[in-house]
Every structure is written in C-alpha cells, then in structure tokens.
C-alpha cells in the first residue's frame, strides 16, 4: 500500500514536472521582455547601491560593470519590446525588491558579502529564465536570449570570483586581527 502511494505521488510529481518544463519553454515576447526588462533594472539598482554602501574596490568594479552592461541589455530589450509592441517593465521584481531592502540593512564587509552572494544567486536565476527563453517558439525571443546568454554566464562567474576574493579578504583580515 504504501509503495503504491510512493509510485503514483513519484508519477504525479514526473507529470508535473514535465508539463511545467513544456509550459516554460515557450516563453513569449510579452512575458520575455517583462520579466527580463525587471530582472535588468533589480541589477541596475544594486548596482547602484553597491557604488554607494561597498567598502571593497572590487565589489564597486563589478557593480559599475551590471550597471553599465544590465543598462545595454535594457536598450537593447527596448528594441525587441518596440518590434513586438509590448512595453518594457520599469520595476524590478518583488522578489528583488526584497532582496535589495536587506541589503540596505547592511553595511561594509557584511554588505559586500551579502551582495556578491545575491549577484551569485541572481545571475543563475537570469541564466535559468534565459535558457527557457531560448527554447521559445518566437523567433526573436530565441534569438535575444540565445545572444544574452555568455554574457550573463560572464557574469555569473564573475560574481562567483568575487564571492571567493571577499572569502580570502575575510580571512586574511581576520588572520591579521588575531596576530595583532
């Protein structure tokens, strides 16, 4: 009995799982360039306040970066959005809007940390919803994403480089703390 009820919820989940991928992968022009125009302007606004709030030189590197290449990315969506007559978000996503307001609670090290591993996190979702998007049955959405997609996998691994240059900073602060 119980084996049964495994099986037929492992089945369940299987079916939902792959109607849910199907479901995905055709991302069209109205979805694609809201959701990617909210996903440019949630970087462009942490960028932003790690200009501000970073106490690391390359954490303040990497921020001018998003900001500058999320802009392009922007401009270029508008192109796409004004050919399929759909309009451009002009909000970031709640999700990054609450991600954005605990990092404004944070300050020096602790802010940079907390934003390098956002940007980590971040960047795989965009890649993931890129990936999706290039699988679209629209042609001009393929073909954005398709060309989107090294550079926001650039991204990523900057960002995990970062990650790991704020882990040895950390410890090589803390080791220097302790010899003093």
């Known amino acids: 009995m119980k084996m049964t009820k495994y099986l037929m919820t492992s089945l369940f989940a299987v079916a939902l799982g792959t109607s ?5 992968a055709d991302v069209d022009a ?22 501000d709030k970073s106490t690391f030189p390359a954490v303040k590197t990497f921020a001018q970066k998003m900001i500058n290449e999320h802009s392009a ?7 796409l959005a004004t050919r ?8 970031a996503e709640l ?19 907390a934003y390098a591993n956002n940007q980590v996190a971040a960047h795989k979702s965009a890649i993931e919803f890129y990936k999706e998007a ?15 997609l090294p550079k926001l996998q650039h991204h990523l691994q900057d960002a995990e480089k970062l990650v790991s240059e704020l882990a040895k900073s950390d410890t090589v602060d803390s080791t220097a703390e302790k010899n003093n």
Request: glycine share 2%; charged share 35%.
């Open 20 to 24: 849910s991928a199907f479901t995905l």
């Open 30 to 51: 109205e979805d694609f360039v809201e959701e990617a125009s909210a996903k440019n302007i949630s970087e462009i606004e942490a960028g932003k306040l790690a200009l």
């Open 73 to 79: 990315n922007n401009t270029e969506l508008r192109s």
């Open 84 to 91: 399929k007559k759909v309009t451009l978000s002009d909000d």
């Open 95 to 113: 999700t990054s809007k609450a991600k954005a307001a605990i990092l404004k609670q944070r300050d020096g090290e602790s802010f940079d940390v």
């Open 134 to 148: 290039a699988k679209s049955t629209d042609a001009d959405v393929r073909t954005f994403a398709v060309a989107a």
